[in-house]
């Protein structure tokens, strides 16, 4: 543990997480998620699933009197296909977010480099281990010295 070599280090930091971007956002906020309109088949399978229900509410009273027939399992296919495509929708909105995100503050910090413009330090987060291990194993890798 003198020496680590550099293919050991560059695996402890990217175990700690030391290449990844903190500020980066994780999930898409609420206000933007909202402005984007809606896939189509999406809204159109929950029509389609509002109309069911209706006709199962006027006939059987509840949504679970009408499990085993046929009207409950064509209530159960459009839900389905609801769920799915919207994580999928979701998944898609989340990637482009962040691949924007990365496009945008790449061309923002260029220009704050050309034009000289000062930024405020980037300070770290106060990271806590559970393991006095870790904390120990982090203060001897990540211990860089100017002398």
């Known amino acids: ?14 175990h700690m997480s030391i290449t990844c971007d903190p ?25 389609e699933r509002k109309t069911l229900y209706a006709e199962i509410r006027s006939r059987y009273g509840f949504l679970y009197r009408a499990t085993g027939t046929e009207k409950g399992q064509r209530h159960q296919m459009p839900l ?13 909105i989340k990637m482009t977010f ?22 405020a330090e980037y300070v770290d987060p106060v990271i806590i281990h559970q393991l006095p291990q870790r904390t120990r194993l982090k203060e001897v890798l990540c211990h860089f010295p100017k002398d």
């Open 80 to 92: 389905r296909k609801i769920n799915n495509a919207t994580k999928k929708w979701e998944e898609d």
């Open 23 to 47: 500020p980066a956002p994780k999930n898409v906020p609420k206000h933007v998620k909202g402005a984007l309109p809606r896939d189509p088949k999406i809204v159109k399978w929950e029509k």
């Open 98 to 119: 962040r691949r924007q995100y990365f496009y945008r503050i790449h061309n923002e910090e260029l220009q704050r480099q050309l034009n000289k413009i000062g930024t």
């Open 1 to 14: 543990m003198e020496r680590p070599s550099a293919d050991g280090l560059i695996c402890a930091f990217t």
